[in-house]
């Protein structure tokens, strides 16, 4: 299961995966991921919550549903937040509070 999980997720297509692409061992277990961090040198100066639109967006990085423009346009955020900018938004998980 986890092999198929690898293949899908991590997508030949993406252009920003030589880039971006990473693993992580943990005892036993290789985990692959891509790195933000490895976008750009300043990514500390963004808000957690862009960070995580950007971490999506480089994940789901296809150029068919979500292009290298996108990417660039989250990254560029303190110069695109004034404008009406339109970004992908693929949430992974939806966390919701139940009140009854």
């Known amino acids: ?8 997720t991590f997508s030949s297509k993406n252009p920003l995966a030589s880039n971006t ?3 992580i061992k943990v005892g036993s277990q290789t985990y692959n991921y891509y790195d933000i961090n490895k976008l750009n040198t300043s990514i500390n ?4 919550s862009i960070r995580v639109l950007l971490e999506s967006a480089l994940r789901n990085c296809d150029e068919f549903a979500v292009k290298k423009a996108d990417v660039e346009k989250i ?3 303190r110069e695109t937040q004034q404008h009406d ?4 938004f693929k949430p992974a998980r939806v966390l919701l509070q139940d009140f009854t």
């Open 1 to 8: 299961m986890y092999k198929y999980l690898t293949k899908k």
């Open 21 to 23: 692409y990473s693993q």
């Open 85 to 88: 900018v339109e970004i992908p």
């Open 45 to 48: 100066h963004l808000p957690y």
């Open 75 to 77: 990254l560029n955020w």
